[in-house]
């Protein structure tokens, strides 16, 4: 048998002639061709269809397009568009921003997301938890931040994606999410209020926009009240309208039947466009001084242009980049985190039960956000609302945000000047109407039901969000469950049951069983309940043997811990027997423990048992309320022991770890 791989040495054409290759090191020529081979195999895989396909998505449902998805995806797509305009408007004001950058934000995405999404029902554009978290963010309202924060999000989330940091999500829990989702829906709603009521004041906590409230209630306009709660009704009952059985399909409906359903069930899904559309009507017709008006919207398209880098403070100083970044602070953070988060989850949502790739999801929205910056967008991602809409109106294909995107370039040249006479009591009645159906009350039940100690992040993110800052409750709630977690793997629960005697109530030995893997945070805790266990039902003298079953690893810590666990003992002169060890586990503790008994095999067990029995002292008396079950008299004892049950796997024999 050779001892090892020795390379052959190609001999020499002519003899007295050293060969130019004859000196070099075969371990440096063996890493040269093993990294090319990689390389290449790296390579091939990059510029394969598959890859091709995975990356750029429409390559796969563009070959097989046809008139049947032109129809589904127009149609749904000019019904997003009639329902992201008034949106748009309204969003850029609980941003803080000119009206105009919410219909800036509200096309681009749609255009990028045909060709990179994978996802045929998202909608990326402007949402309500986005410009909620801009206003937070841009200074006063600055709208060079806004689109700073675009660009440097969108950057943040395309590289996360190139470094496979999907994985990060998993780690905010739904009761986190549904926290936060929740009260960012009252912060929002709570904003609108001053709109609602026609009155003008500064405030930026849930707290100080009901105080203001209440303050200044005395200088309500009645019109704007009057008008945003008509607006408000209407919006509810239209929204009930898709729901009922006149709006859908039925079999044997003629083309006329066909049509009525189909406008019927538009009227319910466009109801956004349709009430600002009348409510800019009244007040075109009222006069200018009868409703709050939202004022001049600048016309026209965006330039294109690369986002700034620089900007100019209120009064006129200049502000470099580093500035810029320092005002902004961990917005830079927390909004590509929110929108990887609103985004992912919509996609899991609307999949039908198919696989998300999180990848491609990250790539196609980072994409959105830094093409859009080159238009002035404020940051954006998918939202719920249109996506719901996209799929209900029978969208086929991400080519429906051609229509959407489209539909809000037309408004942009030739509609702006009207976008004037919109009451703002509409676009407050619009906002409130799209939030609140975000507040995820029916959740609580499910988990007090499931696991209540996960009640706990979901109130500690929502009570931070709502009454401190809404990234701030994200990390409370992660950290509340990072805290769980650690508790669980810290204080793992350990059984330990008592196999009597066939004879009599006396003990034969004791099995303890953590229910958790072995590492440094638990090495304690499972030290100290082993202890007991041998002083209690063990007696002090009893065998006591320990279940390794759920061990799948130990650390040096544990290891050590285990070690003095042996010599506690050893000193004692009281039997410990590890069972059920895994081969891994088995070498961590024969590394550093020289006494160690490992038995695996029932026959094997029963050696050592009666080795022990020999010199264990029997205690006929046992306190009631012991730890753990007890067999009864009579019983098997293999029945609790899970060496002696009947086994289908390998039974290896006792090992004793000597040095």
């Known amino acids: 048998m050779m001892s090892g791989w020795q390379p052959l040495e190609k001999k020499s ?50 070959p097989k397009y046809d008139l049947e998805c032109l129809e589904g995806d127009m149609m ?45 029902d998202i909608t990326i554009g402007p949402t309500a938890i986005m410009s909620i978290m801009t206003h937070q963010y841009s200074v006063n309202g600055n709208p060079d931040y806004a689109i700073l924060l675009c660009f440097l999000s969108g950057l943040i989330i395309f590289a996360s994606g190139l470094c496979n940091m999907g994985f990060l999500i998993t780690f905010i829990s739904k009761p ?87 406008a019927l069930f538009l009227t319910s899904v466009g109801r956004n466009a349709l009430i600002v559309i009348v409510a800019a009507i009244i007040a075109f017709a009222a006069g200018h001084d009868i409703f709050t008006l939202t004022g001049e919207i600048e016309a026209g398209l ?78 954006v991602t998918g939202s719920f609302s249109r996506t719901a809409v996209n799929s209900t109106s029978g969208v086929k294909t991400p080519a429906g945000g051609i229509a959407t995107g489209l539909l809000v370039v037309l408004a942009l040249a030739f509609l702006t000047p009207y976008f004037k006479y919109i009451p703002k009591a509409t676009l407050a009645a619009v906002i409130i109407c799209a939030v609140i159906f975000m507040v995820e009350y029916e959740i609580v039940k499910p988990i007090w039901k499931a696991q209540r100690l996960d009640q706990l992040p979901l109130w500690g993110t929502f009570f931070t969000c709502l009454f401190w800052k809404l990234e701030f409750g994200i990390l409370v709630g992660v950290g509340i469950n990072l805290l769980i977690l650690l508790y669980g793997i810290a204080r793992p ?52 043997v320990m279940d390794c079953s759920h061990f799948t690893g130990v650390d040096y810590s544990a290891v050590k811990g285990m070690k003095s666990l042996c010599n506690d003992f050893e000193k004692r002169h009281q039997p410990l027997i590890f069972t ?41 008396h046992r306190e009631d309320g012991a730890m753990g079950g007890v067999s009864r008299h009579g019983e098997d004892p293999e029945s609790l022991d899970p060496l002696l049950q009947s086994a289908t796997g390998p039974r290896p024999v006792v090992v004793v770890c000597n040095s």
């Open 13 to 62: 054409a002519t003899p007295g002639k050293v060969d130019e290759g004859k000196h070099r090191n075969p371990k440096m020529s063996l890493n040269y061709n093993t990294v090319s081979e990689l390389l290449k195999a790296r390579a091939r895989k990059f510029f394969s269809r598959k890859t091709l396909n995975q990356r750029i998505p429409i390559t796969q449902w563009l």
């Open 76 to 120: 749904a797509g000019l019904t997003v568009g009639l329902t992201v305009i008034p949106q748009g408007i309204a969003y850029a004001g609980i941003a803080s921003l000119p009206p105009n950058y919410g219909l800036y934000s509200a096309f681009m995405g749609c255009f990028v997301y045909m060709f990179l999404g994978s996802s045929k």
């Open 176 to 262: 986190v999410i549904s926290g936060f989702t929740s009260a960012a829906a009252i912060s929002i709603a709570s904003s609108q209020l001053k709109s609602l009521f026609g009155l003008s004041y500064d405030s930026e906590t849930v707290i100080e926009d009901w105080s203001e409230l209440f303050k200044n209630i005395g200088y309500s306009r009645w019109q704007d009240l009057t008008l945003g709660l008509c607006c408000m009704v209407v919006l509810l009952l239209m929204r009930k309208i898709k729901d009922l059985r006149a709006a859908k399909p039925q079999a044997g409906d003629s083309s006329g039947m066909r049509i009525a359903r189909k």
């Open 302 to 379: 965006p330039e294109f242009k690369p986002p700034p880098f620089s900007t100019h403070g209120d009064n006129g100083t200049y502000v470099g980049f580093s500035d810029m970044i320092a005002n902004v602070g961990s917005g830079v953070i927390i909004i590509p985190l929110i929108s990887i988060l609103e985004s992912i989850a919509i996609a899991s949502a609307f999949s039908g039960g198919k696989t998300i790739d999180a990848t491609q999801e990250m790539y196609a929205l980072g994409m959105c956000n830094i093409i859009g910056s080159f238009v002035q967008s404020m940051p």
């Open 493 to 544: 629960k350990v059984s330990v049951s008592t196999v009597l005697r066939e004879e009599g109530n006396e003990p034969q030995y004791v099995v303890v069983e953590p229910r958790s893997g072995l590492f440094f945070p638990s090495v304690d805790h499972v030290r100290n309940q082993v202890s007991k266990a041998s002083m209690g039902p063990a007696q002090g003298s009893v065998m006591v």
């Open 580 to 620: 059920n060890v895994t081969p891994g586990v088995q070498r961590g503790l024969c590394s550093l423990i020289d006494n160690i008994v490992i038995a695996q095999s029932p026959d094997q067990f029963e050696a050592a048992y009666k080795n022990s029995s020999a010199t264990s002292t029997l205690n006929h």
